[in-house]
């Protein structure tokens, strides 16, 4: 009996030293040790302070891109297929709402090859609707399944991209999901603890980096918009759009005629880097490697096209404009960049992958960090207050036993602090109301306990006896409490949100430790006082 006692003993030291250690490491001054703890608690947005933004995506620029690309796949079938006609051309949506009327048309279809053109439609492009809209000309509309999957495809490939510039940047604890329905509202939501100036990082999360090569057609520049429109006759060639290189940033600007459809996309890239711009000493440049498969597409490009021009643009703006001047394989840089964080900036986005679609600021709120520390005060002396009122009525109403009960609440918010610092769980407001919840858990067990040894004890059992018999008839209705509690978590961990999650967490560590602390480490205090005191002593309850 005395030996199972001292195991039992050396468990609990040992579990209360493993804790300790989680929670400070081993310092050698006061300093590292608030260090340690700094690093090693993680603290939620609402205590830490940090940004708080919501993004909208907008998907309609997925859709005018998947349309861009049906253009092109169609030309090259149709090609294959002798299949001939006039062109094809897209609407433009402008809003999410109108992202449903995305539409290809098509032009001048032979009408000999009509029924083999159908059967190309349905086989290649099946889920695209093909409608006739006189005996030459059709349009093609998005099938709605499929704009749904596009549209949280979309809003997933965003969340996705963000998350990865976000962790580029050594944030702590960044928060990156969906919010609201990915369908109707394509939002997505940010937190940054920390973060108290998130321009920068706006910038970053904000820029598409859509990189797009496309070829020039040999006209222009024109010095406006306008002039070009005219110069056209007010209607552009089908599949081709304007787009400006701005004054300053190259040695021929102006507005450029460019084939919608791109050589090279953003995915292509493999890799990039910012160095110093070799053409202009204090300016820097980003050089991109692209895929295998990109390089292959680019390499036949230039080798057909060598003396044509073409352009380089990130979010729809030209960045350079060069002659091709011989067979271009794997390569390329954006040059003319004013600053070296512009540089890595542009370099970190194109690494971690384009956005599929712009996107727009919701709402943007900042927390300041002494609003964050008002926070963890507070929480502090709220948690504080209870546990002493806890103390006091519990050494009042049950005497020495209550020191039992105390020193498991103390060994069970070491456990809950110490789970949290090597789970790597962050702590929010709502995960300090768990901890003070827990507390009040961890009481009612004690309560349970002790009041079932009563009833044995006013039974006329032994100390023992009745001891033995509270814990065995307490063990099952403590169970049950909290199971039914714990499942209760897993509702709010599933369907909640962030701090709410972080309230469900908590409260299941400490459920959790609370079976620890207060059935086998209370027992074991129990068993080390009748082991110290003589068979006749009365038990303090």
């Known amino acids: ?89 897209r609407n433009d949506p402008q809003s999410i709402k109108e992202t449903d009327s995305i539409q290809v048309t098509i032009h001048a279809v032979d009408q000999s090859k009509t029924q083999q053109f159908r059967n190309l439609i349905a086989d290649k492009f099946p889920d695209w609707t093909l409608t006739p809209i006189n005996a030459s000309d059709y349009k093609m509309n998005m099938k709605p399944t499929a704009l749904l999957d596009l549209k949280r495809g979309t809003v997933q490939q965003s ?35 920390g973060v108290d100036d998130p321009a920068y990082v706006k ?36 599949n081709t759009e304007l787009r400006e290189w701005p004054a300053g940033q190259g040695n021929a600007p102006g507005w ?36 295998q498969d990109g390089a292959r ?75 964050g520390a008002d926070s963890i005060r507070e929480g502090i002396l709220a948690g504080i207050a209870g546990l002493a009122a806890v103390v006091i009525v519990m050494l009042i109403y049950y005497k020495k036993a209550g020191i039992n009960a105390v020193l498991a609440l103390l060994l069970n918010t070491v456990l809950l602090i110490a789970a949290l610092a090597y789970f790597g769980a962050t702590l929010t407001l709502p995960g300090i109301a768990g901890i003070i919840l827990t507390v009040g858990m961890a009481v009612d067990a004690n309560v349970l306990i002790f009041e079932r040894i009563r009833e044995e004890l006013r039974a006329g ?16 209705t403590i169970v049950d409490t909290h199971v039914t509690t714990i499942v209760s978590c897993l ?28 059935v086998w480490v209370s027992r074991v205090i129990f068993d080390w006082t009748l082991s110290r005191s003589g068979p006749q002593e009365a038990l303090s309850i």
């Open 461 to 476: 059992k032994t100390i023992g006896a009745a001891v033995d018999a509270g814990f065995g008839k307490a063990w099952w």
């Open 159 to 193: 969340l996705e991209t963000i998350e990865r510039r976000v962790n580029a940047l050594g944030l702590t604890e960044p928060t990156v999901q969906a919010h609201g329905d990915e369908a109707t509202e394509s939002e997505v939501l940010v937190e940054l603890p």
């Open 256 to 291: 450029y005629l460019l084939n919608r459809t791109p050589v090279i996309v953003g995915q292509d890239v493999r890799s990039a880097r910012s160095a110093p711009d070799s053409d202009r000493p204090a300016s820097w440049e980003t050089a991109f490697t692209l895929s």
């Open 491 to 518: 509702f709010l961990f599933l369907f909640g949100t962030g701090p709410v999650r972080g309230f469900a967490v908590t409260l299941v560590i400490g459920l959790f430790a609370n079976v620890f602390t207060a």
């Open 203 to 238: 910038q970053l999360i904000g820029t598409t980096a859509q990189l797009k090569i496309a070829e020039v057609k040999n006209e222009g520049p024109w010095p406006t918009k306008e002039a070009a429109m005219s110069a056209k006759g007010g209607i552009l060639p089908i």
């Open 1 to 89: 009996m005395q030996r199972n006692l001292l195991i039992k003993l050396g468990v609990i030291v040992a579990t209360v030293l493993v804790c300790i250690f989680g929670i400070i490491g081993f310092p050698t001054s006061v300093a590292q040790m608030q260090a340690n703890i700094a690093r090693r608690i993680r603290l939620g947005l609402d205590l830490k302070g940090g940004s708080h933004l919501v993004l909208q995506v907008q998907v309609q620029d997925a859709a005018k891109t998947q349309a861009d690309q049906v253009i092109e796949a169609l030309r090259e079938d149709a090609r294959a297929a002798n299949i001939p006609y006039g062109g094809a051309d």
């Open 297 to 371: 597409r680019f390499e036949k490009f230039t080798s057909a096209n060598i003396g044509n021009r073409l352009a380089i643009t990130l979010d729809n703006q030209i960045r350079s404009v060069a002659t091709i001047q011989n067979t271009i394989t794997d390569s390329g840089r954006i040059n003319g960049l004013s600053s070296e964080q512009e540089a890595s900036g542009l370099a970190l986005v194109l690494r971690t992958g384009a956005l599929p679609a712009g996107i727009t600021y919701l709402q943007e709120r900042t927390i300041g960090p002494s609003l």
